[in-house]
């Protein structure tokens, strides 16, 4: 639909902002050799996707010109810093791109790149046509979610008009021309699968409410799972082991420990002296196929065995919480410990959080499809730790839960790659760290 011509536009424009900013090193630089193309490169492409972490190319960003330079300017900063480290880590002191020309770099991704992307959010609102939708459901059910759809498309998915039985959807489809179908109610496209069909061989275009709401709402919604039962659970269950998803978690998981083992010590003296020993929190949590491990933490709150079994342990975090805990979960170092769980295998870099085996089977009644978090390993950080943060009460925990669920559905090495970098926004923004 709408959202895939989007994505279209917006790989070729980013690839744009990489040549472009291959051109403009080209004018500045000295002289210019096949080794300095490939690190210019390796800094453009940085750049362009530290820009992407930081939403510079979304719609709802595009809309804001403080938003769009800010995400630029923190993309374009972040961006140059890891093209420098990776263009010393692999061509070493040899390297012939210089300071000045990635400081040049910085301040021309900064000053230009947000007037392109301006430029780039006014074609796409002109050039695009939004998509006049006939939704094959009732909207008292479907239509606060299909709302958020709309939003989230700025105008480029348009509702225009329902039909909850199949008299009412026989009397739109007899008036589609330019339309698309948006089929909600399963049950009813069933109905009348054959009215549709006769139009789909028109060139009429047809989409279920599944792909829309994953696309553009970037979560499952269990409503939406529900009606779609069959589908989801095969989905969910063709959910394989990745071999090269555990080597990414072996290398990342030894270079962050390394980094993290300083920062793990100093604050381990910290919390002895604010409230004593023990340093390392552990915890039972469940794990892969729902297999119980010992989580850890560098403990952040006062014990309180009583809170700890309380229905929900959350909801006493502040006030068990310590001055040093504060710093802990406000810089996440809290969470350094857990690259030993990485490295032993009991975790995995990304995935859904662990959870406490009592919680877990409490959320697995109460929450369809919960269970289904299991089928991959537990992260350190996570699609729905990017999107949501803490959970206090079931309405939340649902939430959270289907943004898991798109995860699993949809997991793959550059999701999680996008999700290790977004985790630095994250990181930076002290968000979530309640």
């Not at 049950?187 to 989409?207: F, P, S, T, W």
Request: hydrophobic fraction near 45%; charged fraction near 20%.
């Amino acid at each position: 639909m709408m959202y895939k011509k989007i994505v279209y536009q917006k790989k070729i424009y980013m690839a744009l902002l990489v040549m472009l900013l291959l051109l403009f090193q080209y004018l500045y630089a000295d002289r210019f050799t096949p080794y300095r193309i490939i690190q210019f490169l390796m800094t453009n492409v940085a750049v362009v996707s530290f820009i992407f972490v930081f939403h510079g190319f979304e719609l709802k960003t595009l809309k804001s010109i403080n938003a769009v330079i800010i995400s630029t300017i923190l993309g374009s900063f972040l961006g140059v810093l890891v093209g420098m480290f990776l263009i010393i880590l692999i061509f070493g002191a040899s390297r012939d791109v210089y300071r000045h020309e990635f400081i040049a770099t910085t301040i021309a991704a900064s000053l230009f790149i947000p007037i392109l992307s301006l430029m780039y959010y006014r074609m796409i609102l002109s050039k695009i046509p939004p998509s006049y939708c006939i939704v094959l459901g009732d909207k008292a059910t479907y239509g606060s979610l299909l709302a958020e759809v709309e939003e989230s498309a700025q105008g480029k998915i348009v509702l225009y008009q329902w039909a909850s039985t199949v008299d009412q959807a026989r009397e739109l489809l007899k008036q589609v021309e330019h339309e698309v179908i948006l089929i909600a109610n399963l049950q009813l496209y069933r109905d009348i699968a054959a009215d549709v069909y006769e139009l789909e061989k028109k060139g009429v275009q047809k989409y279920y409410i599944t792909e829309v709401v994953e696309d553009w709402l970037y979560r499952i919604p269990i409503a939406i799972a529900q009606e779609y039962r069959d589908y989801y659970e095969i989905s969910f269950n063709q959910t394989p082991i990745s071999q090269e998803k555990r080597i990414m978690d072996i290398v990342l998981g030894s270079i962050m420990g390394i980094v993290a083992l300083p920062f793990i010590l100093l604050f381990g003296i910290l919390v002895v002296l604010n409230s004593g020993f023990p340093v390392i929190f552990k915890q039972k949590r469940v794990g892969l196929y729902e297999q119980p491990f010992v989580f850890y933490k560098i403990r952040s709150l006062k014990e309180d065995k009583q809170s700890e079994n309380s229905p929900n342990p959350n909801s006493t975090i502040t006030q068990r919480l310590t001055w040093s805990g504060k710093i802990l979960r406000k810089t996440r170092v809290d969470e350094f410990p857990q690259f030993m769980n990485i490295l032993n295998g009991t975790m995995s870099v990304v995935g859904p959080r662990p959870e406490m085996g009592i919680y877990h089977d409490k959320w697995k009644e109460e929450i369809p499809f919960y269970g289904f978090r299991t089928m991959v390993r537990p992260g350190l950080t996570g699609w729905a730790q990017i999107n949501y943060g803490h959970t206090t009460d079931l309405d939340e925990y649902i939430r959270k839960t289907e943004y898991d669920l798109y995860y699993v559905k949809n997991k793959s090495l550059s999701f999680d790659i996008q999700i290790i970098m977004k985790t630095f926004e994250t990181f930076l923004g002290m968000k979530g760290g309640r």
